[in-house]
């Protein structure tokens, strides 16, 4: 796999940034798409940003994997139900289809099932959420 080549200018930059913050997004809705977040979910989070995502995208200016962990914080902190945080990732992927390659595209889809594996494997709720995602990236 390539590795992702960020655009220069520094409205991409703004972009980007908004590119990593909506993939937070979307790991925190299939993480609690159960309406519960467990441990072993955000252990395993930060385990797939640095073992995949960081090295694909290093790259980027500073080091924007970080972006997701920072997003799916947030999304915690201020409690953003599954189905709001999806909503957001399905509108951010829908205006900006440009930035999503198939590279992208698969290591969403992997990240995610590793994810909702990592309790007690996949409930219904995540396996419905998971096939959305799969519909919508294609």
């Known amino acids: 796999m390539t590795s992702y080549k960020p655009p220069s200018s520094m409205e ?8 990593f913050e909506n993939l937070g997004k979307v790991f925190y809705a299939v993480a609690t798409a159960d309406r519960n977040l467990h441990d072993d979910e ?3 989070l930060k385990s797939e940003i640095e073992t995949y995502w960081k090295p694909r995208f290093s790259k980027a200016p500073y080091s924007m994997a970080y972006y997701i962990w920072h997003a799916f914080e947030r ?7 599954a189905e709001k945080a999806f909503e957001e990732f399905t509108s951010f992927f829908k205006n900006e289809p440009v930035h999503f390659t198939q590279e992208i595209r698969d ?4 990240t995610a099932n590793s994810i909702a594996a990592a309790y007690a494997d996949k409930n219904k709720s995540e396996l419905i959420l ?3 995602l799969q519909l919508l990236l294609g």
């Open 42 to 44: 955000t252990a395993r």
């Open 12 to 19: 991409n930059t703004a972009l980007n940034t908004s590119l």
């Open 107 to 110: 290591l969403i889809m992997d």
């Open 130 to 132: 998971l096939a959305k």
């Open 75 to 81: 999304s915690r902190s201020s409690k953003l139900p």
